[in-house]
């Protein structure tokens, strides 16, 4: 029987990123825009960490920033590509990592970051758990990671073109993580504080071919371990293309690619840190301040 948490081949997830290191630098433009936005996200809190983990380095985009903002004194970069690793071994302390065996020893991290790593993780609040056992106790946990409304246009456009030319579908966009359950995801591992919140970076393509070549140039195919694995027609994606263009080009004929990112903030639990009231716990009615009535269950107003 099939593992139901057992959803994307983590062997080709490496393979491909391995096929991408040597020509990354002209695709490297989502991860870029994403450190940076995980970047300005740190730098709103007042804390310093003497020893941060970045899961999923890649370029190094990130590294980079946290590097220079001042407020990460020792980095450790990993990645699951080994390709990948050895080049930040040039930056600092780097190692290839599998995110879901995480070699970290409890207590250990004051910090771990991420961007664009976590959505080929199949078991999430797994690896999310491990992440919190690696932390030290108000550890901090920023990561971002690719939402539920990523392509959705061409997953869409996919969908209805096999059908047509097949008589049948299969998986081949990767799905994705959605909002509303960030937070839940954060609270099931263990974390305290939890936030999550959503960003959306719109990118338009002359043609549904140039966004599939930007994926493989990133890295990002269809790594889902029920796809198909037979050769896809070549009529299924011309028919696709058509597909897209009629139902999402703009004036400019351009199409739109639309890439969700979840931002997960959460901390590790610590004893001092700031504890919601227990329900009915509070001395002074919201009523009362708005200078108004409460009314109790079963009461009737007036």
Do not use: C
Request: proline content about 7%.
């Amino acid at each position: 029987m099939t593992d139901p948490m057992m959803v994307f081949d983590r062997s080709l997830v490496r393979r491909r990123r391995e096929r991408a290191q040597p020509g990354y630098d002209e695709f490297a433009f989502l991860e870029e825009a994403v450190a940076e936005r995980v970047a300005e996200r740190l730098e709103d809190m007042r804390r310093r960490f003497p020893l941060a983990l970045e899961l999923g380095a890649r370029s190094g985009a990130l590294g980079r920033l946290l590097r220079s903002g001042g407020k990460v004194d020792t980095l450790v970069q990993t990645d699951l590509s080994p390709a990948w690793a050895a080049a930040r071994a040039a930056d600092g302390p780097a190692a290839a990592v599998d995110e879901e065996a995480l070699p970290f020893a409890e207590g250990s991290l004051d910090a771990v970051f991420g961007a664009l790593s976590l959505h080929w993780v199949n078991d999430l609040p797994g690896t999310l758990s491990q992440i919190r056992r690696a932390l030290k106790p108000d550890g901090l946990l920023l990561l971002a990671m690719l939402g539920g409304e990523t392509l959705v246009e061409l997953r869409d456009a996919l969908f209805e073109a096999e059908n047509e030319v097949t008589g049948g579908v299969s998986p081949r966009v990767s799905p994705f993580a959605d909002l509303r359950d960030a937070a839940g995801l954060l609270q099931r591992a263990g974390f305290a504080l939890p936030v999550a919140d959503a960003d959306t970076i719109p990118v338009t393509y002359a043609t549904a071919f140039h966004l599939m070549r930007d994926l493989r140039g990133m890295g990002e195919s269809n790594a889902v371990l029920e796809r198909s694995r037979r050769p896809a027609p070549r009529a299924l994606f011309a028919r696709a293309a058509e597909i897209y263009a009629a139902r999402f080009a703009g004036p400019d004929g351009r199409v739109p690619a639309r890439f969700q990112v979840l931002f997960l903030t959460a901390w590790a639990p610590s004893a001092d840190q700031p504890k919601p009231l227990r329900p009915g716990s509070a001395r002074n009615s919201l009523a009362g301040a708005l200078g108004g009535h409460e009314v109790g269950t079963g009461e009737t107003p007036g």
